[in-house]
Structure formats: structure tokens, C-alpha cells
């Protein structure tokens, strides 16, 4: 059976072997991948991160690569730094799912953003809609409705410490409820999202993984 995976990692494995992590509609795998017999043209392909790829491996406990081939690169997007750290945030991103989701539609979502990062020029903005949207896989979407403090349905702000909205009541009217209700409820091409200062956004939304999440995005803030 051929299987279809994102490369998300790779490390050396004895003398001459890597062991290969992926992940795939069914979840994350990991193969080994013999530069000996079995592979003709060598495995390059198949140990680049970011790159999409179908492959055939053995039934085994711990199964070997027997052929694969690439689907697609992400080797358009190595001369931008950007784009590059995007992406890396991205990866640790599927690093960190958990395992008891619907992987396949997670997958088809990781590919769409990855395909958004390679074509768009603001890869802050695709790495800000992305990290909203996916928020709800790990169980800690925001409260975009009504109040997190009181219920009150007439909300007009958003905490990023509390992870919801703010009713007048409860606190100051601030522009962010906006942005992430957009960000977290509408479907339609990038360029259609309203642009913000991606910096400032992006702050917000390492601080909300880092105290809904437990995850820690920043990599300047590395503890
Ligand atoms: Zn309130």
C-alpha cells in the first residue's frame, strides 16, 4: 500500500541509515531508511523536512523504506527567511498534535497552508491564520461569543490571558476581537484576511499557545 506523508524530521540511525519521522492522513510514522540495498537512488528526498512524499514501507515493528518518490518540495521556499521560520513554526506545530484527532483532515490543512506559505508573499500572515485556526485541535480554541468573565453576549474585546472575549463590563474595548474572529471563523484565500501588524499579532499568539497550550512558539524567548 503506498502511503503519503510531510517529512518532519529525520536523524542518523547506525552507520549508514536514518530514521525518518512523517506526518500522514493516519497520523504521525516513522521508517528507516537503509542507504544500502532496497533504494536505488539513495534517500535525499525522502530525509528533507518539509518535503511531501509517497512511499512504500515494510509491515515490520519497525518498518523500512522500500521505495518512494516526492510529491512535492519545499525547496522554493529556502531563500526566504521568513517563509523559513514560518515554516519551522509550522513543524513544531505538528510536533506537538495531539494523537487522538482527525488527522486526515489536519493533513489536508497542513498541506493547504504549506502550499499558501510557497505562493504568498506575507508568510507571517499565513503563519498567523494557520496558528488560530488550529488552535481547536488542541482542545484550547478561543471564546469568541460571549463573555469568558460574565456570558454576556455583548462582547467587545479579547484577552489573550484569559482566551476569550471581554464584555464593555469586564474590560476595555480593544481592535483584537475583531482580527481573531475573522481569523478563526472565515474560509476564503489569504489575501482576502485583513492585514494587521503581523509582529504584534504574532506575540499574541505565542502567548496564547504558551498559557492555553503549554506550548512554546517564540524562539527568541526560548526558556
Ligand atoms: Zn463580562
Redesign the pocket.
Known sequence: MKNIGIVINSIDYKESSKIVYLYTPLGRDSVKASGGKGIKKGYLGFTTTGNVVSYVRSDAKFPSLIEYSIIDSIFDITNDINKLNSFGIIIKIINSLPDDINHERTYNYIIKVLNDLKISNNPKKVLSIFLIKILYTFGVAPNLKT?V??N?ENINSFSINLGGA??K??GPKNDKLNIWNEYYYDKKSIDEYQDVDFDNLLKDIYKYYSIHANINLDFNNQK
Do not use: E, H
Open positions: 463573555c468573565t460574565c454576556n471581554l464584555c463590563n469586564c
